[in-house]
């Protein structure tokens, strides 16, 4: 988004590829669309230590890196947790697992009969459609007498890149690791019609 505004952009990360959770030929490629637009990535920061300095003024963070280049702004995006700490969870009895997230069950029910915890803070997946899965979970066995639950859901997300990343499922490296046999089809975007066409009206 900066970058399309006009910003340099430069993205400093530490681990040895982007959106980790893909396999390595999506990340690679996703990273190939961003150095098109002009972004430029340092991986492995940590070992190569790509950032040498940050600074922080009234107006400015100032970030210098390794080959003497230097940013005027910085935006951490270092992970997020949930906001647990001043609920007093604890006086309720409702007991929180690792970062504060609520402990639940398949059900989504906590360790106290009667309350129950849904969406970001009981933890991973994060996503807005996970969040109102859960409640459509708890208010089906709620109030329609069902047993639902979050076992084996099949979780579909977006990354809203430009092209978008869709998936559903597992990724192919998890397949693997699982020990399934797999059989793998690619159809390069050129050769969908919908993208053809798409690309045809913004040139
Ligand atoms: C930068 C960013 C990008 C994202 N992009 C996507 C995306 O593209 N697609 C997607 O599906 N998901 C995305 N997500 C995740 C999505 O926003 C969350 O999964 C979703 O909002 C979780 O909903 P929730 O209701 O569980 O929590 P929230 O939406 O966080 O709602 C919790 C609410 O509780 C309030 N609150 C907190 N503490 C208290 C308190 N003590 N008392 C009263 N109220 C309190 C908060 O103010 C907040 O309004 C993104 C998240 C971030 C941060």
Not at 93 to 103: A, L, P, S
Not at 142 to 163: A, H
Not at 194 to 200: D, F, G, H, S, V
């Amino acid at each position: 988004m900066f970058r399309r505004f006009g910003s340099k952009v430069t993205i400093i990360h530490s681990g040895p590829q982007i959106v980790a959770r893909e396999d390595p030929e999506i990340a690679a490629e996703l990273q190939k669309i961003l150095e098109a637009e002009g972004i430029e990535f340092f991986l492995n920061a940590m070992q190569s230590r790509s950032c040498t300095e940050a600074a922080k003024s009234r107006l400015l963070s100032r970030v210098r890196m390794h080959n003497d280049d230097s940013g005027t702004h910085l935006l951490a995006a270092a992970g997020r947790r949930p906001n647990t700490d001043d609920l007093g969870l604890d006086k309720a009895g409702v007991e929180t697992g690792k970062n504060g997230y609520i402990k639940v069950n398949f059900r989504l029910e906590t360790s106290v009969p009667g309350i129950w915890a849904i969406g970001d803070v009981k933890g991973p997946p994060a996503f807005t459609h996970i969040s109102f899965n859960d409640f459509q979970i708890i208010d089906a066995n709620l109030t329609q007498g069902k047993n639902l639950t979050i076992e084996n859901r099949i979780v579909p997300y977006c990354l809203y890149t430009d092209p978008e990343l869709g998936c559903a499922g597992m990724t192919e490296k998890e397949a693997r690791a699982a020990g399934y046999k797999l059989k793998i089809g690619r159809i390069p975007m050129t050769d969908v019609a919908r993208a053809i066409e798409r690309m045809r009206r913004l040139e």
